[in-house]
């Protein structure tokens, strides 16, 4: 019985060694060591990556297939530049060149005819053919009217006028306006200088109503007889101006007028062409200025007379006279 128990003991302690031979015993603390080193090559690859990666766009600048994937407190961290399109603007043109382009557009100015040139300052003129007025006339049409009106209108005074009449002002101003002061000797030239005026003026106005006065005050509007608007033929090119400032004063002292005042221009821009306007003076007498306006107006001269101021100071006649020419820019 006893033996019996001790081979059951026995063969009990046999099973319960072997199956500890077979049993697996896991220590915990070598697992999380092993798990932590992986983690840990995980992260430094991908921090090894990340850096890779951020080191690229910092020298090679953001592809345009991620531009606006990152944000750019990140690209501004790492110096990474956005993706664009990087325009070359060519450079100006030199100053010389502009010189040279300037030049070619004053020859093209100069050879341009007139018509093309009104067209330019306002088409709509070209269509109008019912210019009948000085408003409506083409620049040069009234650098014309200008030259002509005004020797028409001395030529008329000159022979209109009694001899008893002595004029203290006459003014002209274009395109027909006048205005005379005077006194006569005998009532009667005074009436008849304001009927000859009267007949030939299209608005005729005087402060005067006494039919004894002798005193001479009028002003109107001249009915210029022969209207040219071909007396000026063309603009002036600015290579030009000495030459035709020159003919200008050759042409007075050829008629013993001597002009001052055309040294300094007044220039006013009109876009395609400039206004040089000179203002001048002379104390010849009134035969010889007669003479020299007549001059002017057959001369080939480019200019006009839109202004006339004739006064008496001191036995000396002074007139004073707008000149002015068009200059192509």
Do not use: W
């Not at 992260?43 to 953001?62: D, I, P």
């Not at 088409?123 to 009234?142: A, M």
């Not at 035969?287 to 001269?301: G, R, T, Y």
């Amino acid at each position: 019985m006893i033996h019996m128990n001790l081979i059951a003991v026995a063969e009990k302690n046999s099973t319960i060694g072997s199956v500890a031979q077979h049993l697996h015993v896991t220590n915990v603390a070598d697992v999380e060591r092993r798990y932590k080193r992986k983690y840990l090559t995980v992260a430094v690859a991908a921090l090894f990556a990340v850096v890779a990666f951020s080191c690229y766009l910092s020298v090679m600048g953001v592809p345009a297939v991620l531009d606006g994937v990152f944000p750019d407190s990140y690209l501004n961290l790492i110096g990474a530049k956005k993706s664009s399109t990087t325009t070359t603007t060519p450079a100006g043109p030199t100053a010389e060149e502009l010189a040279k382009q300037q030049e070619a557009v004053a020859r093209v100015r100069a050879a341009m005819p007139v018509k093309d040139i009104v067209a330019e300052i306002n088409p709509q003129v070209l269509f109008n053919n019912k210019r009948t007025g000085y408003g409506s006339y083409l620049p040069l049409e009234k650098l014309s009217y200008q030259k002509t009106s005004f020797p028409q209108f001395l030529s008329f005074l000159n022979t209109a006028a009694p001899d008893d009449i002595g004029f203290s002002e006459c003014v002209y101003q274009a395109p027909n306006y006048y205005y005379l002061r005077g006194v006569a000797m005998k009532a009667s030239s005074q009436h008849t200088l304001m009927d000859r005026l009267k007949a030939v003026s299209k608005q005729f106005q005087s402060p005067i109503a006494s039919e004894a006065a002798t005193e001479v005050a009028v002003f109107g509007q001249f009915s210029v007889p022969q209207v040219r608007l071909d007396a000026v033929r063309g603009f002036v090119p600015a290579a030009e101006i000495p030459a035709e400032v020159k003919a200008l004063k050759n042409l007075a002292a050829s008629n013993k007028v001597q002009l001052k005042g055309l040294e300094k221009p007044v220039v006013e821009d009109f876009g395609v062409f400039k206004r040089y306007a000179y203002n001048v003076s002379t104390t010849s007498d009134f035969a010889d200025l007669l003479n020299f306006m007549n001059a002017f107006a057959n001369s080939p001269i480019r200019m006009g007379v839109p202004k006339a101021d004739l006064k008496y100071a001191k036995k000396f006649l002074i007139t004073n006279l707008r000149v002015e020419m068009f200059v192509l820019r």
